[in-house]
């Protein structure tokens, strides 16, 4: 997940969007920051899974690297069912950052699942 802190000398499984943890961290929290709505920055975020599903080119998987995990089912789901308003802002400003990159956006599934989903179910 984006704010996990690994050690500089652990690249493995490392996401194109953990490897850059602090311009990462300082471009979402500016994005949570703003004063753009919450419902605005959930359409953007919308919009952005919509390219993913739909638009980009359909001969790539989405699915997450040595598993049958549907990454674009991981982050719809995240997006609906965040808990709470900031949680929902966060997941959006998360998604949006991914910006048109299949990869990235497979990635950020990647992270959740490994980071908070996995852990939660063991």
Known sequence: MFA???????????????????????????????????????????????WFAEVAPLAQSRTIPDTV????????????YAPTERGKRYTACCIICGKECRAQLIALANDWVKFLLYPCMT
């Open 4 to 50: 996990i802190s690994r050690e500089p000398s652990d690249t493995s499984d490392t996401s194109a969007l953990t490897a850059s943890i602090g311009e990462l961290n300082q471009t979402i929290q500016a994005l949570i920051s703003d004063d753009t709505t919450t419902a605005m920055r959930i359409r953007q975020a919308e919009a952005r899974l919509l």
């Open 69 to 80: 995990i549907d990454a674009y089912r991981v982050l719809k789901a995240m997006l609906d």
